[in-house]
């Protein structure tokens, strides 16, 4: 079985500012997919950046970007130039690639705060 | 396009009253699951479908029962409600393939009260 951790339960930044969420994990997979979630107040789960194990470049969309670190097992996110709209719960996430069934296993997620 | 729709948005029980929660999605996936978000516990995966007429159990499935007569619709039944089952649930859907699959789509979600 797949574990996700994610140990810090609050974070706060100022806006225009730097903040890097930590995401462990556990498998025994070789193959894999590692998500990060923002969920705004709205509800909604908005996907934010995806990583596959198999490639060795980081991913990144625009302000986000990933530090993985596969032989660790850690998967962080940096957000550059945070805006008061990067507010919001953000959960790391991992799926099996293997045996493509969707199953998403999550972390407990974070709660980041932009500060005015 | 509609993406995955789920009703209700919200809905108050009484503890051993039944109800469903409905989801349906319009664009053809395949694969269908549903989550419930509890504070400080993340999402946790509750059934799943990976077409029609097929269902598996996911990490919390006490409780649920789910059925999949279609490719569109994914409904969560809760026949004798707890307030353990307070929550919030999210259906998800994504298409198969090795390709394509990784992407889930959400619903708005649900939340539920029971007292």
């Known amino acids: 079985a797949q574990t996700v951790t994610q140990s810090q339960p609050e974070m706060s930044v100022q806006e225009a500012e730097t903040v890097t969420l930590s995401c462990t994990y556990d498998t025994s997979e070789n193959n894999y997919y590692l998500f990060w979630y923002k969920q705004p107040p709205s509800r909604q789960m908005i996907l934010v950046i995806r990583?596959?194990?198999?490639?060795?470049q980081n991913a990144t969309e625009n302000r986000f970007s990933v530090n993985f670190q596969k032989a660790a097992k850690s998967f962080s996110l940096k957000i550059s130039d945070s805006q008061l709209g990067d507010t919001a719960m953000y959960f790391c996430?991992?799926?099996?690639?293997?045996?493509?069934?969707?199953?998403?296993?999550f972390g407990k997620g974070i709660t980041l705060s932009v500060r005015p | 396009n509609a993406g995955v729709t789920q009703t209700p948005k919200f809905q108050v029980l009484k503890t051993g009253q039944s109800m469903t929660l409905q989801c349906a999605q319009d664009m053809n996936h395949e694969y269908m699951s549903w989550y419930r978000q509890d504070p400080g516990m993340g999402l946790r995966l509750i059934h799943y479908s990976v077409g029609a007429g097929i269902t598996d159990q996911g990490e919390v499935p006490n409780g649920y029962n789910v059925s999949r007569s279609t490719t569109e619709d994914f409904p969560l039944r809760l026949l004798s409600a707890a307030p353990s089952q307070t929550s919030v649930y999210f259906c998800?859907?994504?298409?198969?393939?090795?390709?394509?699959?990784?992407?889930?789509?959400f619903g708005s979600g649900t939340q539920l009260s029971v007292l």
């Open positions: 998800a859907s994504s298409r198969r393939g090795t390709r394509g699959s990784e992407k889930l789509f």
């Open positions: 996430a991992f799926m099996k690639a293997t045996g493509a069934n969707s199953k998403l296993t």
């Open positions: 990583q596959e194990a198999y490639k060795q």
